[in-house]
């Protein structure tokens, strides 16, 4: 089973500020990748897929890249909203999809 | 508006049974790679078992040979039989979508939550 690992798990950004999430896996998935934001008492959300691609609706200032192991999520400038947890998932070796363990974007 | 509502859940013994249902709106079910995916509280996001458009299924370690994914195409519903539930389990559980395929997932329900406890 591929192990993914994130990034910090907390990171402590302030507002309009630009946030930087890492992602690595332990083995090559290629760029079968997404990333996803939970916020409280909410469902997860898609965001990215296939590493860089994004979403139906989903804000430019949220980019994806990387391929192989190491991906990155980007928000170039944080909104309040974009406070939140969020995970990265492979979807090369499946099944199982597995994630990440998250990391937490506090103010 | 494309949604997933999930019901079902509730507080179940140790060793008891639950079902829970997905029922999908302005999509088809059968037509989509659908699955289960639940996080335990204070937890990551893990995926439990996946029905494919073609009927295959697959499931977690987990839960295999306890868990059945099925789907009611007249009811446009997706089911998660649970059975000889553990402790384990206890868990906010998700249906979602595939976009494309079995992963990733674009469309979520709110989840619904299982409580497995004495």
């Known amino acids: 089973e591929i192990v993914m690992t994130q990034s910090p798990a907390t990171l402590s950004v302030s507002p309009g500020e630009r946030a930087t999430l890492s992602c690595r896996a332990s083995?090559?998935?290629?760029?079968?990748l997404a990333w996803y934001q939970q916020k409280p008492g909410q469902a997860p959300r898609l965001l990215i897929y296939d590493a860089s691609t994004r979403d139906t609706g989903i804000p430019a200032r949220f980019s994806g890249s990387g391929s192989g192991t190491e991906f990155t999520l980007t928000i170039s400038s944080l909104q309040s909203e974009d406070f939140a947890v969020y995970y990265c998932?492979?979807?090369?070796?499946?099944?199982?999809?597995?994630f990440g363990q998250g990391t937490k974007l506090e103010i | 508006e494309v949604q997933l509502v999930e019901t079902g859940g509730g507080l179940v013994q140790p060793g008891g049974s639950l079902r829970l249902s997905c029922a999908a709106s302005?999509?088809?079910?059968?037509?989509?790679?659908m699955s289960w995916v639940r996080q335990a509280p204070g937890k990551g996001l893990e995926w439990v078992t996946v029905?494919?458009?073609?009927?295959?299924?697959y499931y977690a370690d987990s839960v295999k040979g306890r868990f059945t994914i099925s789907r009611d195409n007249s009811k446009n519903t997706l089911y998660l039989q649970m059975n000889s539930l553990r402790a384990e389990d206890t868990a906010m559980y998700y249906c979602?979508?595939?976009?494309?395929?079995?992963?990733?997932?674009?469309?979520w329900g709110q989840g619904t939550m299982v409580t497995v406890s004495s």
């Open positions: 029905i494919y458009s073609a009927g295959r299924t």
């Open positions: 979602a979508r595939g976009k494309s395929g079995a992963a990733p997932w674009d469309i």
């Open positions: 083995q090559s998935v290629s760029s079968n």
């Open positions: 302005e999509f088809t079910v059968s037509r989509n790679y």
């Open positions: 998932q492979q979807y090369d070796n499946w099944p199982p999809g597995t």
